[in-house]
């Protein structure tokens, strides 16, 4: 499939709309995906990479140089991208070598172990809030499900015991704004927020003041879902971490980008703009229960060196799992 003459390298939400708003009434009762791998709520799906990659392996068969191509052509069509692809492979193939093996099976477990290793040297470890008030600016493009995301989390933060307040920093849609109001209500959250074009930096500000004023444990800041395009609009962000840094020094402790895992090796692209332009400390994968490809994950930790740190495992409140990269392999490469 690929041109390999080259020397091989050494071995719940308010809406699915964004202008409709659902009333507190309607939105999604607290839920948890059944079974699922590793504990991150995931089911196998037929149609995913797995699946693709069992028909390749077949039953105990040898692993032959046509089982190799076969798992290159399936890790690209599962969004692993070309180049981690080609590199991945390699790193496979070495490891399958060195064990002597001939089955398969082993060539499998090869498979799983590299790329393990590659999601672990990305930083993969678990989420620490930091000392209060640590402040959490949420970045992503519209549609990503980056507000649902910040209920999530605080949510989640907040069944920790940690108190917590949301900032509408969305200033460019009045929509947005009111989402995380609905949100806020929802949860018992206060949520500082001004009218709608209002300076987005200014709303950051108000947030961090008031998380420090009134004893927080932490602020999760939402911004503008721009397109990774739009130079201007990416400036805006870095201007909304320095206030952040020059308010409260040593903040924001977590810039996360929330992707959508169904957008393939566009979400590299997006991955790549939001981290030169403000800083991104991690990544939250959501939709992963929506797509049978999920292998941009591996893509973003091994081309950029991004933590996944949570990944969106439904549409209830409680549908958000950190992030195991043993749970995702399992589920990446199940059948």
């Known amino acids: 499939m690929f041109d390999r003459r080259r020397q091989r390298r050494g071995t719940a939400?308010?809406?699915?709309?964004?202008?409709?708003?659902?009333?507190?009434?309607?939105?999604?009762?607290?839920?948890?995906?059944?079974?699922?791998?590793?504990?991150?709520?995931?089911?196998?799906?037929?149609?995913?990479l797995?699946?693709?990659?069992?028909?390749?392996?077949?039953?105990g068969a040898e692993a032959s140089a046509a089982t190799w191509d076969g798992i290159e052509e399936a890790l690209v069509a599962g969004d692993v991208g070309p180049t981690t692809t080609l590199e991945v492979v390699d790193g496979a193939r070495t490891r399958y070598v060195k064990s002597g093996g001939r089955s398969a099976d082993l060539a499998r477990s090869a498979l799983a172990d590299?790329?393990?290793?590659?999601?672990?040297?990305?930083?993969?470890?678990?989420?620490?809030?930091?000392?209060?008030?640590?402040?959490?600016?949420?970045?992503?493009?519209?549609?990503?499900?980056?507000?649902?995301?910040?209920?999530?989390?605080?949510?989640?933060?907040?069944?920790?015991?940690?108190?917590?307040?949301?900032?509408?920093?969305?200033?460019?849609?009045?929509?947005?704004?009111?989402?995380?109001?609905?949100?806020?209500?929802?949860?018992g959250m206060p949520v500082i927020a001004q009218r709608a074009g209002a300076d987005p930096g200014a709303v950051?500000?108000?947030?961090?003041t008031a998380a420090e004023s009134r004893g927080l444990d932490a602020v999760l800041i939402d911004t503008a879902g721009r397109l990774q395009n739009k130079t201007q609009l990416m400036a805006e962000l870095g201007k909304i971490r320095r206030i952040v840094e020059?308010?409260?020094?040593?903040?924001?402790?977590?810039?996360?980008?929330?992707?959508?895992?169904?957008?393939?090796q566009n979400g590299l692209a997006q991955a790549e703009a939001f981290s030169q332009q403000a800083g991104v400390t991690g990544v939250i994968l959501t939709k992963l229960d929506g797509t049978a490809k999920g292998g941009i994950a591996v893509a973003i930790a091994d081309r950029l060196r991004l933590p996944i740190v949570f990944v969106?495992?439904?549409?209830?409140?409680?549908?958000?799992?950190?992030?195991?990269?043993?749970?995702?392999?399992?589920?990446?490469?199940a059948a």
Request: positive net charge; aromatic residues 6%; hydrophobic residues 40%.
């Open 13 to 48: 939400r308010p809406s699915s709309n964004p202008g409709e708003l659902l009333p507190p009434a309607t939105m999604p009762r607290p839920s948890r995906a059944p079974g699922g791998l590793g504990g991150l709520g995931l089911r196998a799906r037929h149609s995913g």
């Open 50 to 59: 797995g699946a693709r990659l069992r028909s390749i392996f077949g039953s």
């Open 114 to 187: 590299e790329i393990r290793d590659r999601l672990s040297g990305a930083g993969v470890r678990g989420f620490e809030l930091g000392p209060p008030p640590a402040v959490l600016l949420f970045i992503g493009v519209n549609g990503s499900g980056k507000t649902t995301t910040i209920a999530k989390l605080a949510a989640r933060l907040q069944r920790e015991g940690r108190t917590i307040a949301l900032a509408a920093a969305d200033t460019f849609r009045a929509a947005a704004i009111e989402q995380l109001r609905i949100w806020g209500e929802q949860l």
């Open 204 to 208: 950051a500000f108000d947030a961090v």
């Open 246 to 264: 020059r308010r409260l020094p040593g903040q924001p402790r977590h810039v996360l980008l929330v992707l959508d895992a169904t957008t393939g």
């Open 312 to 333: 969106g495992v439904g549409e209830g409140i409680e549908d958000l799992a950190p992030f195991d990269a043993g749970a995702y392999v399992e589920w990446l490469l």
